[in-house]
């Protein structure tokens, strides 16, 4: 079974430049989500998808921050214009559930590091 | 909210010691809680989660975390450390029903030979 697939795995950038980072879940996971890792800090959620649709976006800057994942499958998450403390990795995970019950568990991809310089 | 505390940011032990790290959350009802584990160059993957029942589970590699509800604490323990157990753990929690996990800020394990 492939895994969570993220791109680019680098990236460096200016201040105020735009950057994309591309998720592919695994296949059949309705649950997609996207954190923030910032370097010596815990995964920070920023948006969580059911299919095609935004279960939470609490914790999202949507100032310069957008995400989407329009046919329910691969997603794509958008900074602009990047701040200084935008540099860290950004996870994306995915899910499913089995018989409607939460198993719990998330999948994660290597993550998609950026430094904004 | 929930959140999760983890206060030994940096532990360092060589082969065969034995392991605790400590997971404290902040939650007024009932949790899922997980442990996850993060190899040098590698993706965040689970090591042991607890739904309910017994509150000591087992997971892969000879962890194991006890849940005890009255401390509101899941700490994860091995008895004898390995040299590829060097990595970052991270606890983390989620309510029934909200699949997204909060986690904790991590902890990092050096093993040396």
């Known amino acids: 079974e492939a895994g969570v697939a993220q791109s680019p795995r680098y990236k460096i950038i200016e201040k105020r430049q735009s950057v994309a980072f591309w998720c592919n879940p695994i296949s059949g996971h309705a649950t997609l989500y996207w954190y923030q890792q910032i370097l010596g800090q815990g995964p920070k959620l920023l948006i969580q998808?059911?299919?095609?649709?935004?279960?939470?976006d609490s914790q999202l800057p949507k100032d310069r921050f957008s995400a989407e994942r329009l046919k329910g499958v691969d997603s794509t998450l958008k900074i602009q214009p990047a701040k200084l403390e935008d540099s860290a990795v950004y996870l994306c995970?995915?899910?499913?559930?089995?018989?409607?019950?939460?198993?719990?568990?998330?999948?994660f991809g290597e993550g998609s590091r950026l430094t904004v310089l | 909210a929930q959140s999760v505390s983890q206060h030994n940011h940096h532990v360092i032990l060589s082969e065969a010691a034995s392991l605790e790290l400590g997971c404290n959350y902040s939650y007024g009802g009932t949790v899922n809680l997980f442990w996850y584990v993060q190899y040098p160059g590698q993706h965040l993957q689970l090591l042991l989660k607890y739904f309910s029942g017994d509150p000591l589970v087992k997971g892969i590699k000879g962890f194991e975390a006890e849940f005890i509800k009255s401390k509101f604490s899941f700490n994860l323990r091995k008895p004898s450390v390995q040299w590829s157990d060097t990595a970052e753990y991270f606890c983390a929690v989620n309510a029934p029903g909200r699949r997204a996990l909060t986690f904790g800020s991590g902890t990092r394990l050096q093993v040396q030979p």
């Open positions: 998808f059911q299919n095609n649709g935004v279960v939470d």
């Open positions: 995970a995915s899910s499913s559930s089995a018989s409607g019950r939460n198993t719990g568990e998330l999948f």
